[in-house]
């Protein structure tokens, strides 16, 4: 069983540029939740994908989307990127219901 | 009403101590509440987890005592060891739908050797 993997590890990007992030779910997973944690804080919920559909959102503007793909993974692009958005994205998956998820590593971004 | 609250920010804590940090919620719509441990450079790990209808868990060394009245829930950890210095997160889960997690600020103990 291969547990929650994110690409890339690190990257850095200019203000106004955009982003893709990627994520593989733990095998079994079916839902994907993506959470931005800003240093020295807890993550914060941005959205969560079931069944290739965004299901719940959190504060976070249009410009943060994603895709969920028929094997689980999911992909968060973030558009137009600010300063702000410098900051550990978070990936977790589990099962529909269930009550535990399980992070992946993060990738770190840095917006200069 | 989202909000967890969690304290305190830091803990030092001597070797074979004991290490608290609590957390509490306005939310009665949670209904799972977990912890997470998390070192520098990865990902939160889940560390143990109660849901409401359950006063106290325990799991080796870590417990968490839950009192659904004052809306609080704390972890406990004995006999504390370097090895558990790491920054740890108390969450709450808004069950149906989205499965939403809230989670706290953040609590950085600091085990002494």
């Known amino acids: 069983e291969t547990g929650v993997t994110q690409s890339p590890t690190h990257l850095i990007k200019t203000r106004g540029q955009q982003v893709t992030l990627r994520c593989s779910s733990q095998?079994?997973?079916?839902?994907v939740s993506w959470y931005q944690q800003a240093l020295g804080q807890g993550p914060q919920f941005i959205f969560q994908y079931y069944r290739e559909e965004e299901n719940g959102r959190g504060n976070f503007p249009p410009r943060f989307s994603g895709l969920q793909f028929p094997n689980y993974s999911s992909e968060l692009n973030v558009n137009a990127l600010e300063l702000d958005d410098s900051a550990l994205y978070l990936c977790?998956?589990?099962?529909?219901?269930?009550?535990?998820?399980?992070f992946g590593p993060g990738t770190r971004l840095t917006v200069t | 009403q989202q909000q967890v609250k969690q304290s305190p920010q830091s803990l030092i804590v001597q070797k074979g101590g004991i290490s608290i940090i609590n957390c509490a919620y306005e939310?009665?719509?949670?209904?799972?509440f977990p912890w997470y441990q998390q070192f520098p450079g990865k990902g939160p790990a889940l560390l143990i987890a109660?849901?409401?209808?359950?006063s106290e868990k325990k799991e080796g060394r870590f417990t968490i005592s839950f009192n659904k009245s004052a809306k609080q829930f704390s972890l406990h950890i004995m006999d504390s060891q370097p090895g558990d210095s790491a920054t740890y997160f108390c969450?709450?889960?808004?069950?149906?739908?989205?499965?939403?997690?809230?989670f706290g600020t953040g609590t950085r103990l600091k085990v002494l050797a």
């Open positions: 969450a709450a889960r808004r069950g149906a739908g989205t499965y939403k997690y809230i």
């Open positions: 939310n009665t719509a949670f209904d799972y």
């Open positions: 109660i849901r409401p209808d359950v």
């Open positions: 977790a998956s589990s099962f529909r219901g269930a009550e535990e998820q399980y």
């Open positions: 095998s079994g997973h079916n839902t």
